[in-house]
């Protein structure tokens, strides 16, 4: 059985050389910056406006990606509150000596709903009512 990615497709993007340590893996700076860009597009999406990292949980690095590996990023809302969300993100890639996507990482990253000065807003509520918060 092939494992499946959980969420919605928020990101894509290649390993490029300039990404990579001397060995030609991709520096976890360089995933956990494309992961931040993913889970800003989604939860931006959802607060219907800006929105900043403030805490990354959980993060795992399972296998090392490569030069030239097309990562993919997918999101899913864990958790609505006043000001804030919770963002699943896992991280696939695929090469070419591979038939399969493999997981290579994962996090739960928390984005704080902010606005045009920076300061915490709320999120509407109709999302909090989707997502069932009170």
């Known amino acids: 059985?092939?494992?499946e990615p959980r969420g919605n497709l928020s990101l894509q993007t290649i390993a490029m050389p300039a990404d990579a340590?001397?060995?030609g893996d991709i520096f976890g700076g360089w995933l956990v910056s494309q992961m931040d860009l993913a889970g800003a597009i989604h939860s931006e999406r959802i607060s219907r406006g800006r929105c900043a990292t403030?805490?990354?949980h959980e993060m795992t690095f399972m296998v090392p990606v490569k030069?030239?590996?097309?990562?993919s990023c997918y999101t899913e809302i864990v958790?609505?509150?006043?000001s804030s969300m919770q963002v699943h993100i896992e991280?696939?890639?695929?090469?070419?000596q591979r038939e399969f996507p493999k997981k290579v990482t994962e996090g739960i990253f928390t984005f704080v709903a902010v606005d045009a000065e920076g300061k915490k807003r709320q999120i509407p509520d109709d999302v909090?009512?989707?997502y069932q918060i009170k």
């Not at 030069?67 to 990562?71: A, E, F, L, S, T």
């Not at 991280?91 to 070419?96: C, F, G, H, I």
């Open 79 to 82: 958790k609505v509150g006043n």
């Open 91 to 96: 991280v696939w890639s695929k090469s070419n």
């Open 67 to 71: 030069i030239g590996d097309v990562i």
């Open 21 to 23: 340590n001397w060995s």
């Open 54 to 56: 403030i805490s990354i």
């Open 128 to 130: 909090k009512a989707e």
């Open 1 to 3: 059985m092939v494992a």
